[in-house]
């Protein structure tokens, strides 16, 4: 079975400061990971991905998440927020051995950036 | 050829009312998921299918919940006898990969919106 947890179900930071969202995960095999970005009425954007390559993966918008494996972690940073960065933010967890590729979301973070 | 495209964008039942959601997905995506999304949740996952083929209805919350994709490409998901509890975002999303590294990478589409008085 796959878990995932998002801690802080709202993020606030200042325009120009550091965006950390955070992501645990649970996962019986070696996971896919994903974030995702959702503007209102709209659908889930892909941020970036993890498929155990590289640790530490580079998105869209300036985004980056590290797999951490020992700390069963993949949290997205960005170095400067931006005003168009306020979004509701999901961490996904895939298996795709076992199940095709489904999903398992997170509950989601609602990131707002103050001017 | 855009991305993947859902209707009706919103959808207002009666209680005990009929609902079919259509879903378009990317031509020549393998793969499409339906996702049901709750106010303040994440999605969570409803079915798969791979082509025609329904592999996996794990996540049907219940036998009033039916998709089916018969040619392969469009999805209709429906529900029967809608309750207030069925109401939700219903996102669909579609792949080309049908397993792990041959680019897995989901693309949704932006939901339809059921609110069921």
């Known amino acids: 079975a796959q878990s995932v947890t998002q801690l802080g179900s709202h993020v606030s930071v200042s325009e120009g400061a550091l965006v950390l969202l955070r992501c645990n995960y649970s996962?019986?095999?070696?996971?896919?990971l994903f974030w995702y970005v959702q503007y209102p009425n709209q659908g889930l954007q892909l941020l970036l991905k993890?498929?155990?390559?590289?640790?530490l993966v580079k998105g869209i918008n300036g985004f980056e998440a590290e797999f951490k494996k020992s700390e069963t972690s993949f949290h997205l940073t960005k170095p400067s927020a931006h005003m168009s960065d306020a979004a509701e933010y999901f961490c996904?967890?895939?298996?795709?051995?076992?199940?095709?590729?489904?999903?398992?979301f997170g509950d989601g973070t609602t990131l707002t950036v103050k001017p | 050829g855009a991305g993947v495209s859902q209707s009706p964008r919103y959808k207002v039942a009666k209680r005990g009312q009929d609902v079919a959601l259509r879903c378009d997905p990317i031509?020549?995506?393998?793969?499409l998921f339906w996702y049901q999304q709750a106010l303040g949740q994440g999605p969570e996952f409803l079915t798969y299918?791979?082509?025609?083929?329904?592999?996996?209805k794990s996540g049907l919350p219940s036998d009033r919940f039916f998709a089916e994709r018969p040619e392969g490409s469009v999805s209709t998901l429906k529900i029967q006898r809608t309750q207030q509890e069925d109401s939700a975002v219903y996102l669909c999303?579609?792949?080309?990969?049908?397993?792990?590294?041959?680019?897995?990478?989901?693309?949704f589409g932006p939901g339809t919106r059921l609110t069921v008085l």
């Open positions: 996904a967890v895939s298996d795709f051995d076992t199940n095709a590729g489904k999903s398992t």
């Open positions: 031509s020549g995506h393998v793969s």
């Open positions: 993890y498929t155990s390559a590289a640790t």
């Open positions: 996962s019986s095999v070696p996971p896919y």
């Open positions: 299918f791979q082509n025609e083929a329904q592999l996996d």
């Open positions: 999303a579609s792949s080309h990969a049908v397993r792990a590294g041959k680019g897995n990478e989901q693309f």
